[in-house]
């Protein structure tokens, strides 16, 4: 552990995270993580209003660079004025950004003969690294434990030699990052965060030496490595980079693969710029779609407790905080102490640590299994389901409450799915969701703090009393998960991890109302929201379900076919090329079924 927190933690930070006397800031922890080669997303994560309010601003100069160049220089200086005290990843964020404008205004003046020196280019990329990374780096490379943010600054370091003519060295510099994932022996889903960026500057070393094979290879392997992820990180440049490969020695199958890349350039641009999406950004090192605010985590679970601030503050064990702390804490200007808030939890009767591993086990092995059955489940591939299942029976402890919850879910819905038993699946569901939330009779159920499987099974819920035609019932879960929702993103802007079974559920329940235009535009907020991060395998079903119900708002009116036809064909168009970019086949045959209704 003292390896892996070089450059991040003192030795006296370190101890008291390890006794647990305290917990660690959300960069830090998730920076920690991925050293390990341990991906944070598998566990649910609280955060101080301070540290969410940094990623925001963060994540706000990410839209902007590099193509907004003067909004990005200004958000960069208003982040170093409001935040004089910066975590050194903090600091190697705003260096590596810096750089990649600088790159940006070297681009702009390509043969005007103002170019900004290779040398200083290459000294900023090294004082970036330096932030977190020990001098030598590079002689000692085979002991280092990185993380994708770090490996992308040392990429840096890279493209600055490349710019000094240092060939030799940039190669050297880029094959170490290339490497590095396999030889740590990550899985795809962390080696992701880092390869695209990696082939980037592969292909522009290899084009410079007119060796287009080598730059295809790249290419090839850092986009298939974005397509079986369903990752968009980075993607549009390194589509664009393959349009410059040319040359002798390709097979008619190269060629094809490279058209299809042409293609989903194109598809690409045009999503991002019907959403007002950037086409280039770059991207943090971390994501918040899995952690909460503690301040608005702590408030909402009072109030379903139905506690008043000065019943709130004591336990049987005493004060926890005064009335005034609590506000503070609650209003996101204080961070409670890991002591004070599991204190705290436990008094509005929630229970789980400052970082709660969703199955409760310290096996990486069985969270990335709980993960595959999740993803079949949504690709409707039950006989690996349920051989999943099984699996994971023979590997976790069902005394646990969230293994208990877990397997209650996949049951319950391999009876609704594949069996079509409403009621069991109902009762199954009930039940599998209580193993972690209060029974809430008498209290609100929209305080409540929904976490991620929390929302998954409330949505189904709600489904199946719509399909039980029990709208009334279905309505109160709508609106209390849709509220606890909103009230989580506060500070981010970001919708929790469940949030896309929410949204398919919401539409359902919206088009059995025959409120096509409120669900059409609860799908455009979610399609927004999908872009937003990283991974975007439900995108194009949202898009699917814009083209549904603008065709359904259109039916029976030749005006408004007129005026929606554009809108449902676009959305449609949108929806087979990302079912095509991240290989939804159960996608791909419905929109193939369905494709003469929306296009001709």
Request: charged share 30%.
């Amino acid at each position: 552990m003292r390896e892996a927190a070089s450059g991040l933690l003192s030795k006296t930070a370190l101890e008291k995270m390890e006794s647990g006397e305290t917990g660690w800031r959300k960069l830090t922890g998730d920076i920690l993580f991925q050293r390990m080669g341990i991906l944070p997303d598998y566990f649910e994560m609280v955060a101080s209003g301070d540290e969410m309010e940094r990623w925001r601003l963060r994540e706000d100069i990410c839209l902007l660079v590099p193509d907004r160049v003067g909004e990005a220089k200004e958000r960069i200086m208003q982040y170093r004025r409001k935040y004089p005290k910066r975590e050194a990843l903090e600091e190697q964020f705003l260096c590596k950004v810096e750089l990649f404008l600088l790159w940006k205004d070297r681009e702009a003046k390509e043969g005007t003969g103002e170019l900004l020196a290779g040398e200083e280019l290459l000294s900023m990329a090294e004082a970036a690294v330096s932030c977190t990374v020990p001098d030598g780096w590079l002689n000692e490379r085979r002991t280092l434990l990185l993380a994708p943010s770090e490996l992308e600054a040392i990429l840096l370091v890279g493209a600055g030699q490349f710019a000094c003519g240092r060939m030799e060295e940039a190669w050297e510099v880029q094959s170490f990052v290339w490497n590095y994932p396999e030889k740590r022996q990550w899985k795809k889903r962390m080696a992701v965060q880092i390869k695209p960026q990696a082939a980037l500057l592969g292909m522009e070393l290899a084009l410079r030496e007119e060796d287009s094979r080598k730059a295809f290879e790249f290419a090839r392997e850092a986009l298939e490595l974005l397509r079986g992820n369903a990752c968009h990180c980075y993607l549009l440049p390194l589509l664009e980079q393959m349009g410059r490969i040319s040359g002798e020695g390709f097979s008619e199958g190269d060629w094809l693969y490279l058209r299809g890349a042409d293609e989903f350039r194109d598809i690409f641009k045009r999503i991002y710029h019907m959403s007002g999406y950037p086409e280039n950004r770059v991207w943090q090192g971390i994501s918040v779609e899995n952690t909460r605010e503690a301040g608005i985590t702590l408030k909402m679970l009072r109030k379903f407790a139905g506690k008043p601030l000065d019943k709130a503050v004591f336990d049987d064990d005493g004060i926890i905080v005064t009335r005034r702390q609590l506000e503070k804490i609650e209003s996101g200007a204080h961070k409670p102490s890991y002591t004070n808030y599991q204190r705290l939890v436990h008094r509005y009767g929630k229970h789980g640590g400052w970082m709660i591993p969703m199955l409760e086990t310290d096996s990486i092995e069985v969270l990335e299994l709980r993960q595959e059955i999740s993803s079949q489940i949504g690709f409707c591939q039950w006989d690996k389901v349920e051989a999943g299942m099984e699996r994971l029976r023979q590997k976790v402890d069902i005394a646990y409450p969230r293994v208990r919850q877990e397997l209650l879910f996949f049951e319950a819905i391999i009876l609704l799915e594949r069996k079509g038993e409403l009621e069991k699946s109902l009762e199954l569901l009930q039940k599998a969701l209580h193993v972690t939330v209060p029974e809430w009779e008498g209290k609100d159920a929209k305080w409540w703090v929904f976490q991620r499987e929390e929302i998954i099974i409330a949505s189904n819920i709600l489904d199946i009393y719509r399909e039980m035609g029990k709208l009334a019932e279905a309505k109160e879960w709508c609106e209390a998960i849709c509220f606890s929702m909103e009230q989580q993103k506060d500070r981010t802007n970001i919708m929790h991890t469940g949030y896309a079974i929410l949204m398919e559920v919401l539409d359902n329940y919206l088009g059995e109302l025959r409120l096509y235009e409120e669900a059409i535009d609860v799908s455009k907020k979610a399609v927004s929201n999908y872009l937003k991060q990283p991974r975007i395998g439900t995108l194009g079903r949202a898009y699917y379900r814009i083209a549904w119900n603008t065709y359904e708002a259109a039916s029976g009116s030749a005006q408004q076919d007129k005026r929606l036809q554009k809108q449902w064909r676009e959305a449609f168009q949108a929806s087979e090329g990302i079912a095509a970019f991240v290989r939804d086949n159960y996608l791909m045959r419905h929109l193939k079924d369905k494709r003469e209704k929306y296009l001709f």
